[in-house]
């Protein structure tokens, strides 16, 4: 596809699980019914289960604690099942750049914050680093024990930039740095 190239999309997830799941549970239901309906036109009785079902379906008003109860458990359903139709699913995975149209490259959250946590620990005077990435921001703390703080904060700026380049993500998130001192020992 020729305009494939330029797209940024997230990674879906397969969700085979909930997937599978409810494909169960409609292929038992079906087949219940159909083997019924089947049995109803070769001529015998309709199974009780079925006649139970529909004497109380039609017996049973609305505003039943049952009818209620059955219903918002359906409706609670088919909104779960909604919900995991429209998002997707794996959040963690940032997409890369792609050089080819092709290839399609993601990058784990875990894996970008330990290449940028590595990264810090590489400047003179960083102690101790913290680092969370999110899709549009990476919060870095740093612990700096015998440099200035300005120093180190600019050398970190200077690294980490290059780091969050280096990744290679299509949409790099923006660089948030925090630099202190090392708190009172007890504290």
Do not use: C
Not at 16 to 41: K, S, T, W
Not at 85 to 95: D, E, I, M, N, Y
Not at 97 to 119: M, N
């Amino acid at each position: 596809m020729p305009g494939e190239a330029g797209r940024r999309r997230r990674f879906w997830s397969a969700r085979r699980v909930p997937a599978g799941l409810v494909a169960l549970v409609i292929l038992v239901i079906a087949a219940a019914f159909l083997y019924d309906v089947v049995a109803v036109r070769a001529g015998r009785t309709a199974l009780s289960w079925r006649r139970d079902l529909a004497r109380q379906l039609a017996e049973r008003p609305l505003d039943d604690p049952w009818v209620l109860t059955g219903a918002g458990v359906a409706a609670a359903l088919g909104l779960w099942l909604l919900a995991l139709a429209l998002t997707p699913g794996l959040r963690s995975v940032f997409p890369m750049s792609r050089a080819d149209p092709d290839v399609r490259a993601g990058l784990h959250r875990d894996a970008a914050e330990s290449v940028l946590r590595d990264r810090a620990m590489e400047v003179a005077g960083v102690r101790a680093v913290r680092v969370r990435v999110k899709r549009a921001r990476a919060d870095v703390r740093a612990v700096s024990h015998f440099r200035e703080l300005d120093d180190v904060r600019a050398d970190l700026a200077a690294v980490l930039n290059e780091a969050v380049r280096g990744l290679g993500l299509a949409r790099p998130p923006e660089l948030s740095l925090r630099v202190r001192r090392p708190g009172r020992k007890g504290r």
